[in-house]
């Protein structure tokens, strides 16, 4: 079946204040060998041209009209009227077959907007945000969607110019570019058996992944890791919440830690939440729930000066947490497991949660360490398998328990089983 050669790109902005550089991306999207499709999301003023969805049309999505949005209070429950009809027309094209991407403009506002609009598309469909805000704290994770591209909107707060041309051309160049490729790679895709999502807190801090993946692979799995430095534990969750694995492995829990800590290295409130909550099996473990994840870049703070700390590079260090707060972290994490839906099991490694927690490394603690460990027992639910093992979360003994249940669990028809290539044993 042939592809086609122009994929769809919708183009969200406020067409009152810029026109300019929303029809300057439609002729960049036009140039690149896409085709532009204009969505007008203004309340107060019209657009000097004829968008192809209007912001009467984003605003009969959600039963209103743009009287009704324009008194509805002040810019931000217009806007967040606004950004509701976005997401349910946006959804309306996307299901009609109608586009094949968008890219969106704003400061604040447009931003806020954008995002909605991000988590309404489904995995795979190209998403860009041009924002005055882009990579800033005032983003919280929860509004990202796992697969958004974002650029930073240099020069644009008001009016075109040629360093913004530079960012809006780049922006309008990926977009078209990613379409086209996610376009080709859905007509020629293989056929791969079900996905697994796995968490880990990167290679040398834990490691179990280094051996639990090719394993996984030879059961005729695909395995995703993320990599739970906050935006890493963030997709994990919004992956799992659109229900894309068929099981997961969540062995580096340490972003709740931060969460409850108040550390900007956060993956939201909902973290170890969404597997649960569609129902799909899970096998969890403690990895790094030792240990808060701060900035290396500032100061620390104050309640943390006199913890054991460790760098990790110029971006981002640890620091161990109390055993009052371990102690709060096991409650939390036995909480949400027992909320779950689905099959869930707990493998609790004793003798250790992550590489800088043994003798003679920086984090050692083992009162605190033992601390969790009661706590954990004694909190964990009676609906979910409670696995002890005196071992470290890097050890051989981890990877074979883990395996155990899960392979218990394939048999009992609990997880679909896999697809292994021919001639490969399971």
């Known amino acids: 079946m042939p592809v086609d050669p122009a994929p769809r790109i919708l183009v969200i902005g406020t067409g009152d204040t810029k026109a300019d550089e929303l029809l300057f991306m439609k002729a960049c999207i036009e140039a690149s060998g896409g085709g532009a499709v204009m969505m007008d999301v203004s309340v107060l003023g019209d657009p000097p041209y004829s968008p192809d969805h209007d912001k009467h049309a984003v605003a009969r999505a959600v039963d209103v009209t743009i009287a009704e949005i324009v008194s509805s209070g002040d810019e931000n429950t217009a806007m967040t009227l606004m950004a509701g009809g976005a997401v349910q027309l946006v959804r309306q094209l996307h299901q009609r077959g109608e586009i094949d991407a968008f890219v969106a403009i704003g400061g604040s506002m447009g931003t806020d907007l954008a995002l909605d609009v991000a988590l309404s598309l489904p995995l795979g469909v190209p998403k860009f945000v041009v924002s005055t805000i882009a990579y800033s704290h005032l983003i919280p994770p929860e509004r990202v969607a796992p697969d958004l591209m974002m650029i930073l909107w240099a020069g644009g707060l008001y009016g075109l110019n040629n360093i913004c041309k530079l960012v809006l051309s780049q922006a309008c160049g990926a977009v078209v570019g990613a379409a086209k490729i996610v376009l080709e790679s859905r007509a020629s895709a293989p056929v791969i058996g079900p996905t697994i999502g796995m968490t880990s807190l990167g290679g040398s801090c834990l490691r179990y992944m280094k051996t639990l993946k090719p394993a996984l692979e030879r059961r ?24 894309h694995f068929c099981a997961v492995f969540d062995f580096s829990l340490q972003e709740i830690t931060n969460h409850l800590a108040g550390s900007v290295v956060s993956s939201g409130a909902d973290r170890l939440e969404n597997a649960g909550a569609r129902g799909i099996p899970q096998i969890a473990a403690p990895g790094a729930v030792d240990m808060v994840d701060l900035p290396t870049w500032q100061d620390l703070p104050a309640k943390f000066s006199r913890r054991p700390f460790h760098a990790h590079n110029r971006l981002i260090a640890s620091v161990t947490v109390d055993a009052d707060d371990r102690r709060q972290v096991a409650r939390t994490i036995a909480a949400k497991l027992g909320a779950s839906k689905g099959r869930s099991a707990f493998i609790l490694p004793s003798g250790g949660i992550q590489e800088w927690d043994m003798q003679g490394e920086p984090l050692y603690e083992p009162q605190a360490l033992a601390a969790f460990v009661d706590e954990m027992r004694k909190a964990i639910p009676a609906g979910v398998e409670f696995h002890e093992i005196d071992a470290h979360i890097n050890s051989d003994a981890f990877v074979g328990k883990a395996l155990e249940i899960f392979d218990r669990w394939v048999e009992e028809g609990i997880v679909p089983r896999g697809a292994p290539a021919k001639g490969v044993a399971a």
């Open 220 to 243: 005729g799995y695909d395995v995703a890791v993320f990599h739970t430095t906050g935006m890493g534990g963030r997709a994990f969750e919004s992956i799992a919440g659109q229900g």
